[in-house]
């Protein structure tokens, strides 16, 4: 269940207006503020679009400016923007032992921080009067991926005076002496008003790595993805002769990326397809597809052939989406999901569609303990493809909760009032 951890609600958050709606900005006038989120808000895995629409969302609804909006930290600008070869450099990486992958990425990290990211984030941080830093997994080393990208980050909100806080930010374990180094100087700065992320488990690594060093302690606040459901308000469901389960295909790269017991790619095969000739056995037919991401639309080409040759165009399709909102009409599509990936289950669970989450990640559990689903929490090596179709054909009969769902949703709005005080005040 969710930890308590007090804070302003969101009718506290509101109060926080001036007269008309208008908060006293950094420049002194009364003017709405206008914020700037850091985030990876471009990503091509598009549950990273989702949380950072939802928070802008969020974040006007309270009184911020409506030119409020996400600077990506890979100076991407669009969704569909995806660097050239990705999946075939997060091959290579996977197969080198962490020192070398480090060494190897140093020169062209300094070298896109310096031609790319300083100048995209200086610009993007015109006319802003504060900025908030998430959410997403941000607080990880990743080969000092997001240690250096946050540093610049912050040295540029530091360089024009806009107060600065962290929020709904996943924290992950395996850092380098040199991304704590990094990161623990930069949360050091001035500018940085509080901390906030997404569940208790980063809560804790925050306080046992950070907080002696920043100052600063961590508040728990729920996932922005959580409000998918009033920011994209699903579509009336037309009548399907068979009940859908939705089937996320995620890449075993992708998952050994960050996970030390990531399934071979060969258990992964067989046990996605196991699971797709079940659920079609049951009576569901099955809807597969990613979230974006290149290597898991890799992924999922390659084991095309094999879940079409399971069954029929009725039994079993392929779709695909442009952006959040499609992804989201896409879940809230169905009747049971299965997947990896974090802000699928997120999406699932705001629109009421019970999900099996599958393990890979720290944060998946974490996100599913704060929603007391952790009994539909399995990992691909323990559980059979039969044991999943089993768990899902009951979790389509059960469904959500509906009181704890609205709670849950309602929550998530309620806390970004927290950040809006943290950088504000009260007005």
């Given at each position: 269940m969710r930890q308590e951890n007090g804070g302003e609600s969101q009718?506290?958050?509101?109060?926080?207006?001036?007269?008309?709606?208008?908060?006293?900005?950094?420049?002194?006038?009364?003017?709405?503020?206008?914020?700037?989120?850091?985030?990876?808000?471009?990503?091509?895995?598009l549950g990273d679009g989702l949380l950072s629409e939802c928070l802008e969302s969020a974040l006007i609804d309270l009184g911020a400016s409506p030119a409020t909006h996400s600077i990506d930290l890979a100076a991407r600008k669009a969704y569909g923007e995806e660097m050239a070869g990705r999946a075939a450099v997060m091959a290579v990486l996977d197969a080198l032992p962490k020192p070398a992958r480090g060494a190897l990425i140093r020169a062209p990290l300094a070298y896109k921080a310096a031609?790319?990211?300083?100048?995209?984030?200086?610009?993007?941080?015109?006319?802003?009067?504060?900025?908030?830093?998430?959410?997403?997994?941000?607080?990880?080393?990743?080969?000092?991926?997001?240690?250096?990208?946050?540093t610049l980050a912050i040295e540029e909100a530091e360089a024009i005076g806009a107060p600065i806080a962290l929020y709904a930010?996943?924290?992950?374990?395996g850092w380098s002496k040199t991304g704590l180094r990094m990161c623990r100087k930069i949360f050091s700065s001035p500018m940085l008003k509080a901390v906030f992320v997404r569940d208790a488990d980063s809560a804790a690594l925050w306080?046992?790595?950070?907080?002696?060093?920043?100052?600063?302690?961590?508040?728990?606040?729920?996932?922005?993805?959580?409000?998918?459901c009033e920011l994209y308000p699903a579509a009336p469901r037309a009548p399907q002769p068979r009940p859908v389960a939705g089937l996320g295909i995620m890449s075993h790269i992708a998952i050994r990326y960050h996970a030390d017991n990531a399934p071979d790619s060969s258990h992964l095969d067989q046990w996605y397809v196991?699971?797709?000739?079940?659920?079609?056995?049951?009576?569901?037919q099955v809807r597969a597809f990613t979230n974006g991401s290149p290597e898991d639309k890799q992924y999922a080409e390659q084991l095309k052939p094999a879940l079409e040759a399971i069954g029929s165009a009725?039994?079993?399709?392929?779709?695909?989406?442009?952006?959040?909102?499609?992804?989201?009409?896409?879940?809230?599509?169905?009747?049971?999901?299965?997947?990896?990936?974090?802000?699928?289950?997120?999406?699932?669970?705001?629109?009421g569609v019970p999900a099996i989450a599958l393990a890979w990640d720290r944060k998946l559990q974490s996100f599913m303990r704060s929603v007391d689903r952790e009994a539909w929490f399995r990992d691909v090596a323990r559980t059979t493809a039969a044991e999943c179709v089993d768990l899902a054909a009951e979790a389509a009969k059960q469904r959500l909760p509906?009181?704890?769902?609205?709670?849950?949703?309602?929550?998530?709005?309620?806390?970004?009032?927290?950040?809006?005080?943290?950088?504000?005040?009260?007005?």
């Amino acid at each position: 269940m969710r930890q308590e951890n007090g804070g302003e609600s969101q009718e506290d958050g509101g109060a926080l207006l001036g007269a008309g709606g208008a908060e006293l900005s950094r420049s002194g006038s009364t003017a709405a503020p206008d914020i700037r989120c850091f985030n990876v808000k471009f990503s091509p895995n598009l549950g990273d679009g989702l949380l950072s629409e939802c928070l802008e969302s969020a974040l006007i609804d309270l009184g911020a400016s409506p030119a409020t909006h996400s600077i990506d930290l890979a100076a991407r600008k669009a969704y569909g923007e995806e660097m050239a070869g990705r999946a075939a450099v997060m091959a290579v990486l996977d197969a080198l032992p962490k020192p070398a992958r480090g060494a190897l990425i140093r020169a062209p990290l300094a070298y896109k921080a310096a031609k790319s990211w300083r100048p995209h984030y200086k610009t993007g941080l015109r006319g802003a009067d504060a900025v908030v830093i998430g959410g997403g997994n941000l607080i990880s080393d990743l080969d000092l991926n997001f240690p250096t990208k946050l540093t610049l980050a912050i040295e540029e909100a530091e360089a024009i005076g806009a107060p600065i806080a962290l929020y709904a930010c996943g924290m992950a374990t395996g850092w380098s002496k040199t991304g704590l180094r990094m990161c623990r100087k930069i949360f050091s700065s001035p500018m940085l008003k509080a901390v906030f992320v997404r569940d208790a488990d980063s809560a804790a690594l925050w306080e046992e790595l950070m907080a002696p060093h920043t100052g600063h302690s961590a508040q728990v606040v729920r996932d922005p993805g959580l409000m998918a459901c009033e920011l994209y308000p699903a579509a009336p469901r037309a009548p399907q002769p068979r009940p859908v389960a939705g089937l996320g295909i995620m890449s075993h790269i992708a998952i050994r990326y960050h996970a030390d017991n990531a399934p071979d790619s060969s258990h992964l095969d067989q046990w996605y397809v196991g699971v797709a000739k079940g659920l079609i056995e049951k009576g569901f037919q099955v809807r597969a597809f990613t979230n974006g991401s290149p290597e898991d639309k890799q992924y999922a080409e390659q084991l095309k052939p094999a879940l079409e040759a399971i069954g029929s165009a009725e039994d079993i399709t392929f779709i695909t989406q442009r952006d959040p909102e499609g992804l989201c009409a896409n879940i809230a599509d169905f009747d049971v999901m299965i997947a990896y990936r974090m802000h699928a289950v997120i999406a699932a669970y705001s629109y009421g569609v019970p999900a099996i989450a599958l393990a890979w990640d720290r944060k998946l559990q974490s996100f599913m303990r704060s929603v007391d689903r952790e009994a539909w929490f399995r990992d691909v090596a323990r559980t059979t493809a039969a044991e999943c179709v089993d768990l899902a054909a009951e979790a389509a009969k059960q469904r959500l909760p509906e009181a704890a769902r609205a709670r849950v949703v309602a929550e998530a709005r309620a806390d970004v009032a927290k950040v809006w005080s943290s950088l504000f005040g009260e007005g």
